[in-house]
């Protein structure tokens, strides 16, 4: 991807139009993404979001939920959609010749679902048992903990699916309003990236989304990171661990600094973490660090999933390794999570779906297409000094530790803010 091959319309209402095209493919990916997600949602109404995502495909003015499947899969297309805490996407894979069809269907879903009240109810007891199914997974909801022990009781802190109540209180009106009032050209970047002509893409995008509110709603609330403890015994054979620090928005001078140490520290099979925890003590099966930013914060994580005879020694070997990466790091090591993260973006851009994907993030995120010589550049410029600088940065932040499973012999948070 290079900043010359992709083109970017925004339309007098706001909307926004962005192709990226790929000569050497005959299929293509385009989809609707909207600055909206759980972090958006009133508390009472937490999980609104992902009903939305559900709901669209349900039925319109003029296709019920099985034209909607049918008439993609006649062509041999696909659609999908998801809902996180910042953004919702709806998209689309198909031949070249059928993205007419697959925008007429997007807009139809984005513009004309009917929110069916008999729908709805069914759909509730859906997303009822896709929550019950997240709590019966210790290593995906002590995830949720960790998120709203770290943000407290503020929406970047709610559970995208929701809650059992919340989602239960959701009315057809209420779907419906809230689509209507936060689904505004403004928020709302369309992207296709494959064998796509810009200018046809933007002719079918003005002949379809002609019914989008133009008022954007009030923007949310920042993200205040507060930190803290939670911990839930339960009898099964592992302890799910999750510590985690005050992390870096995607505009953080230190952003990229940021992924290159999660990547050293715990992104392969030669990560320090991989190395020190799996290989030479065998305290653990997975062993992961993570940089999640958000537009105004971040997320520096560490998972783990262990045995109960193994927890009491796990912790103290992720504080370890905390203060090791902190008082220094090798060329080579740096050098190494480059490479790594550096074949993941390429490798990416041979996806018309990843590419798509990524063009819309940036759009929404920063506002413009990101080419990747800029964004390998920037890579590129992460040394050993900076490294260092940002795990200082982020290992002196108030930790937060969610634990669920096997615990009992696990130390608390107090003992662990002592080891760092």
Known sequence: MTASEIRETRLPNGLRVVTDPMDTVETVSVGVWADVGARHEPAEINGVCHMLEHMAFKGTRRRSALDIAVEMEDVGGHMNAYTSREHTAFYAKMLREDLPLAVDILADILQHSVYDPDELAREQGVVVQEIFQSIDTPDDIVFDHFQATAYGDQPLGRPVLGTVETVGRLSSDLVGGFQRAHYCPS??????????????????????????NPTPPETGSPARYTGGEYREPRDVEQAQVVLGFDGVSYDDPDYYASVVLATLLGGGMSSRLFQEVREKRGLAYTINAFANSYTDGGLF????????????????????EINKVRASVCADEVARARAQLRAGILMGQESTSGRCEQLARQILVYGRPISNDEVLAELDAVDEAAVTRVANRLFTTPPTLASLGAIAAMERLDRLRARL
């Open 187 to 212: 928020r709302l970047v369309i992207a296709a990236a494959g064998r796509v002509d810009h200018d046809a893409l933007l002719a079918l995008v003005e002949r379809h989304f002609t019914a989008l």
């Open 301 to 320: 994580t560490l998972y783990a999933g262990t045995g109960p005879d193994d927890v009491a020694a796990l912790v103290p070997v992720l504080c370890d």
